[in-house]
C-alpha cells in the first residue's frame, strides 16, 4: 500500500522549516534605539536616520512613546513641497506602537509580522522599558532556517510581472508606487541601449533612500538622478541561503532576479524570504492534511478499507467518544505510546498527556474543535515508560448523516526523530561534535556579531587563543580516546570558567577561541585568562590516571589591536605563540605593552589589598643544605597567596604588584614575623639550630622605618638575630650605593646575617662586593640548571665560588634540581645548596615533619 504522502513528508528530512522556538526576541534585538522629541522636524529626523543606518525613530515625549516614523512613512512624504520636510514628527508619525516583550519566542514574532503588516516592533523587558526594536530582517537573520534557505530556489519567491519606473519618473511618482504596491524599493529601467548587462540596466531606489532625501530635503526631480546602479542581482535558480549571504554581505536589502532567458524579472527582499518561508511552512503541512483527509474520506467508503488503512498505518489512530472515552486504537498507537488496546480502552486520553502543555492550550484546542471541526498541532505526550516525546497530533470531529457529534479522531506520528534530525542537522553546522561547543563557523559568526556590538557601544572585547601544552604528546602516548576525555573535559572547564555571554568554540585539536564581550578593559581580559590557566591546570582524571595539562592563551583586544575578526584572530594566535615561548602555561596579551599593565592592575591589586587580613598569605618553607654533608642548616620563607579565584598566585606575579602599590611595607613585615615566630617554635622543641632566610624586597629595604621595624620584631619574637639572614638583590644595592652601605651597617648592627640573592643577573662587579658588609652568596639557578653539561656554567659558578670565597663569603646554589648538579657544587667548593633536589617549598608542619627529627 501506498503510504500518504503526509507520512513522507514528516518521515524525510526535508520539513520545510524548524521554528527556532528557543530563541526569543531579546536575543537578537538590536539596542541601537533611535529617539526624539514629536517637535522634531522631519528632515532631521531622516538625517539621524540616515546617519545612524536605522529604519526608525521612536517619539518619545515624558518617556512615554508616543509614536513611531519608519522609512515606510518616509514615502508619504510630499517631495514637491519644501515645507514637507519642516513638519514635526509628531504631524506624521505612526501610532500607537506596538510593542512585544522580551521574551517573545521568534517564531511568535514571525506570525505577528505577518499577520498584523506591521515591520517593526517595540521590544521591551517585563518592566516595560525599552530595549530596542526588532525588525523582520533581524527576525530572517536569525532563524534557525539554513537548511531551510538551502532547499529553497530564488524561484519560488519569484512573483513576476516586474514594474521599472522610467528613468524620467519623479520622485512623488516613486514614493506613490511603493506605497501603492505595497512594495519597499522600485526598479527603474534605463534602457537596453544604456548598458551591457542585464543587472546594468537597472537601477534601484529604496525607502531608505527616499528616507536620506527627506533628510537632505530633496526637491522634487526624476528618479534617474537617484537610483543606485547597478543593481545587485542574483540568478533565479540560486539558493536562498545564498541571497541571504548576499544581502548581508553587500548591507543590501534588495536583489534583482535574472530569469532563464536572461532578463530582469522580479525584485526580491528580506520581507520576500521571510514570507516565502512561512508559506512554504503552510503549504506543506496544507498539502499533508489533504493527502490524509483523502484517505479518510475514501477509507469511509468502505468500512472494510477504512479498518486496513488504520490497522495498517504507521501513524497512532485514536478514537474516542464524545465523552472523551477511548474506543478504539491501531496497532501503530500501542507501538507508539506502549499501551496495549486493553489497557486504554474506556479510559480518557489525559493518561497520555506529559503535563508539559497548560489547561490553557487545552482550552484553545477544545474551542477550535468545537468551532471548526478540527484541529492539528504539536504536543508533548507521555509513553507507557515514562518517555516524553513529541507528536504531531491532528484532530478531526466525526458527525454522522444527521451533522450529530459521535466521535473524535486522534491521528499522530511520533516526531522526534524528526526533531532530533534537525537538531542534528543544525549542530553539525555549528557544533563541534565531541565538545558540543560551538566550532569555528558558528564562531565567526558570532564575532561578527559581537564586532558590530561592540562598535555601537563603543565598549571592548577580547579574543583568547587557548593551546593546551603538549598535548600531541599525551595523544600519542596515551592514545586518541584519552586524548578526546581530556578535550571533553577541558571544554567543560572552559564553558565554567566563563560567563553566561561569552563565546568559548573548539577551533579543532586542542585549539579553543573565546570572546569576552563588553570588557571594561584589556585587565579584565587578563584576569579571566589567568582563571582559564589556572582552572585548566588542576589534574584530570581519566581510567585512574592523573593528568596534568598547562596551556598558553593568547589574547587580542578589539579596538585596541585591530578591527576585523580575521586580524583580531590572528593576532591572539600571535599572542599565544609568544605565551609558548615564554615558558608555557600562562598568557600573553597581543599589545606588549598591555601585559605589563594588565599584570600591574589585574584587579589584583584590590585583592592583594585583602590578602593579609584575610588570611590568604602562607609561608612556604625551603631547605638550604650543606653542599657536602647534605645536613640541615637554614630555610629560606617563601611567600604565597592563596587566591579565593585564581588560586595559588606565585610570589613572582604578585611581589612586583605589591611593591608598586607599597604594600609589600605590611606584607613584609607579616613575613619576617611570621617566620620568626616559626623559628620560635622550632626553638623550643630543642632541635638542631636552623638559620632563617627571608626575602626582602627593594622597597621594604628603603623604607625609612625599615631597619626600626626589623629591631621590633626580634625583640617581640625574641629571634636570636644571628639566626635571622636577610637575603636583597643586587640591584637593591646599586641604587644610592653610599645610602644601602649605611642601611647595611645598621642591620649588621642588629646582629643579622646579609645575603645576595640572585646572584649574577644583577649589573653588578664583583669588586662591589668588597664595599657591602654581607656575609653571604646566593648564585642564581639559571647559572646552575646548566652546570653539568654547559662547561660555560661550569667555570662561571667555579669562578663565583672561589671569588666569594676570596671575599670571605659563604656560597649558596640554588636550584639544585639532580645529584648530577649537586655533584658538580660539591666538586667546585659550594658551601650550601638549595633546590628540589632536597625538597621543594613545604608548609610550615610538612616542613617540620620532613626535617625536624635532626639528623
Ligand atoms: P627566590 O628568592 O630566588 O626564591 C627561590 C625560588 O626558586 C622559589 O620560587 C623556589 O620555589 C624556587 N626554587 C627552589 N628550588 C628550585 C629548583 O630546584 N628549581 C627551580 N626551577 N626552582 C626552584 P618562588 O617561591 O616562586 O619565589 C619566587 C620569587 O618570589 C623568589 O625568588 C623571591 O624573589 C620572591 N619572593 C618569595 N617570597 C618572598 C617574600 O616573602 N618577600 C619577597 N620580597 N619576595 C619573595
Ligand atoms: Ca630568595
Ligand atoms: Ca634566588
Known sequence: MNRPEFLNVLDGDALPFAPADDVCVGEIVSPALLECAPGLALHEAARRMSERGVSSILVVEDDAVVGIWTERDALAVNFADPAAFMLPVRAVMSTPVRTVPMSTRLHELTLRFREEHLRHYLVVDAEGRRVGIVSQSDVVLNQGIEHYLKLRKVDSLVKGGLHALAPQAGLGEAARRMREGGLDAVVVDFGRAEAA????????????????????????????????????????????????????????????????????????????????????????????????????????????????????????????????????VNPAFSHLTG???????????????????????????????????????????????????????????????????THYAA?????????????????????????????????EDRLQVELAHAARMRSRLAVMFVDLDRFKRINDSLGHEVGDRLLVEIASRLRASLREDDTVARMGGDEFLVILSNLQGPDEAAVTARRLVSALRRPVVIEGRELVVTTSVGISIYPDDSLDAQTLIKNADIAMYRAKDEGRNSFQLYEPAMNARSLEHLALETALHRALPRSELQLYFQPLVEAGAGSLVAAEALLRWQHPDLGLVSPADFIPLAEETGLIVPIGEWVLRSACE????????????????????????????????????????????????????????????????????????????????????????????????????????????????????????????????SLGLRVVAEGVETRAHLEVLRGQGCDLAQGFHFSRPLPWTAFVAAFGAGD
Open 197 to 328: 548587462s542585464a543587472a546594468g540596466r537597472y537601477g534601484i531606489l529604496t525607502e531608505r533612500d527616499i528616507t536620506r532625501l527627506v533628510a537632505s530635503r530633496a526637491a522634487e526631480r526624476a528618479v534617474s538622478e537617484l537610483a543606485k546602479r547597478p543593481l545587485i542581482a542574483c540568478k533565479e535558480d540560486d539558493s536562498l541561503y545564498r541571497v541571504r549571504a548576499l544581502l548581508a554581505e553587500r548591507h543590501i536589502r534588495h536583489v534583482g532576479v535574472i530569469g532563464g532567458d536572461g532578463e530582469l524579472c522580479d525584485l526580491i527582499s528580506f520581507k520576500d524570504i521571510l514570507s516565502g518561508m512561512e508559506l512554504a511552512y503552510v503549504h506543506e503541512l496544507q498539502h499533508a492534511l489533504r493527502e490524509r483527509d483523502l484517505a479518510l474520506s475514501s477509507s469511509q467508503r468502505s468500512l472494510y478499507l477504512a479498518e486496513k488503512v488504520i490497522e495498517s498505518s504507521l501513524e497512532g489512530v485514536m478514537v474516542t467518544d464524545t465523552e472523551a472515552r477511548i474506543v478504539s
Open 339 to 405: 499501551y496495549r488496546a486493553d489497557e486504554v480502552i474506556g479510559r480518557n486520553p489525559s493518561l497520555l498527556s506529559s503535563g508539559r502543555q497548560s489547561p490553557e492550550f487545552y482550552a484553545r484546542m477544545w474551542a477550535e474543535l468545537s468551532e471548526t471541526g478540527q484541529w492539528q498541532g504539536e504536543v508533548w505526550n507521555r509513553r507507557k515508560s515514562g518517555e516524553v516525546y513529541p507528536q504531531l497530533l491532528h484532530i478531526t470531529a466525526i458527525r454522522d448523516r444527521d451533522g450529530q457529534l
Open 411 to 443: 491521528l499522530f506520528t511520533d516526531i522526534s526523530r524528526l526533531k532530533e534530525n534537525e537538531a542534528r542537522i543544525r549542530d553539525l553546522a555549528y557544533y563541534d561534535p565531541l565538545t558540543g561547543l560551538p566550532n569555528r563557523r558558528l564562531l
Open 678 to 805: 616559626y623559628h620560635c617554635s622550632w626553638r623550643e622543641t630543642g632541635r638542631p639550630p636552623l638559620r632563617m632566610m627571608v626575602n626582602i624586597s627593594a622597597r621594604q629595604f628603603r623604607d625609612e622605618g625599615f631597619v626600626a621595624m626589623v629591631g621590633s620584631v626580634l625583640a617581640d619574637t625574641g629571634m636570636p638575630p644571628e639566626s635571622l639572614t636577610l637575603e636583597l638583590t643586587e640591584s637593591m644595592l646599586m641604587e644610592g650605593t653610599d645610602r644601602a652601605i649605611a642601611r647595611l651597617e645598621q642591620l649588621r648592627a642588629l646582629g643579622v646575617g646579609l645575603a645576595i640573592d640572585d646572584f649574577g643577573t644583577g649589573y653588578s662587579s664583583l669588586a662591589y662586593l668588597k664595599r657591602f658588609p654581607i656575609d653571604e652568596l646566593k648564585i642564581d639557578r639559571l647559572f646552575v640548571r646548566g652546570i653539568d653539561r654547559n662547561p660555560r656554567d661550569a667555570a662561571l659558578v667555579a669562578a663565583i665560588v672561589s671569588l666569594g670565597h
